[in-house]
């Protein structure tokens, strides 16, 4: 039997101690998210016997999806974005376009991974034909959220680094506390 801390291992809280390092806080909540991904395919190998625990598993990650996951794409968008786009080269804009129209592709197999979890939890056992679907739906999305913050990681921090001023980092800092209640 596995339990769902054992399904989450190894696991990390978001902690504000990054939040004055704007650029640090991305590439941190990047390895987080990480985490999830991880434990969202991992429990797909564990959906016949240990199917309570799994789900439990499951929902604490789109639990942090729905709460970290949704700041951390409006930290991009809302706060960072913005304020490299206008002095960005043409590549350097379409790159950060891509970036975004991924963040919509994320949302769509989100919500598609949690509908077959739906279905799932709904179940009293999980079919093969479900549990392969759920693997499958899984694994669609740590496929291209992985991509996607590798992309990040390497091109839109150096960007950041190059674009933004010591005031600019210190006013998405404030908004990024603000964003989750914290004083800034
Ligand atoms: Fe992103
Ligand atoms: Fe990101």
Redesign the pocket.
């Known amino acids: 039997m596995i339990t769902p801390e054992q399904l989450l291992q190894p696991k990390s809280q978001e902690s504000g101690s990054t939040l004055d390092r704007p650029l640090d806080h991305?590439t941190a909540c990047h390895r987080r998210i990480e985490e999830r991904l991880a434990t969202l395919e991992r429990v797909a190998g564990h959906l016949d016997r240990s199917t309570g625990e799994a789900i439990e598993a499951m929902a604490a990650c789109f639990r942090f999806f729905d709460s970290n996951g949704v700041l951390?794409?409006a930290d991009?968008?809302e706060s960072v974005f913005p304020r490299l786009q206008p002095r960005l080269s043409h590549e350097e804009r379409a790159f950060i376009a891509s970036?975004e129209d991924?963040?919509r592709e994320?949302d769509r197999l989100y919500a598609e991974l949690k509908a077959v979890a739906g279905e799932l939890q709904s179940g009293s056992a999980a079919s093969r034909e479900l549990q392969e679907r759920y693997g499958a739906a899984a694994g669609r999305l740590a496929e291209l959220y992985r991509s996607?913050?590798a992309a990040?990681d390497q091109t839109?921090i150096a960007l950041g680094q190059r674009v933004l001023s010591a005031p600019e980092l210190a006013e998405i800092s404030r908004e990024m506390k603000s964003r989750r209640r914290l004083s800034a």
């Open positions: 991305l951390h794409t991009e968008e970036l991924q963040h994320a996607h913050m990040e839109l």
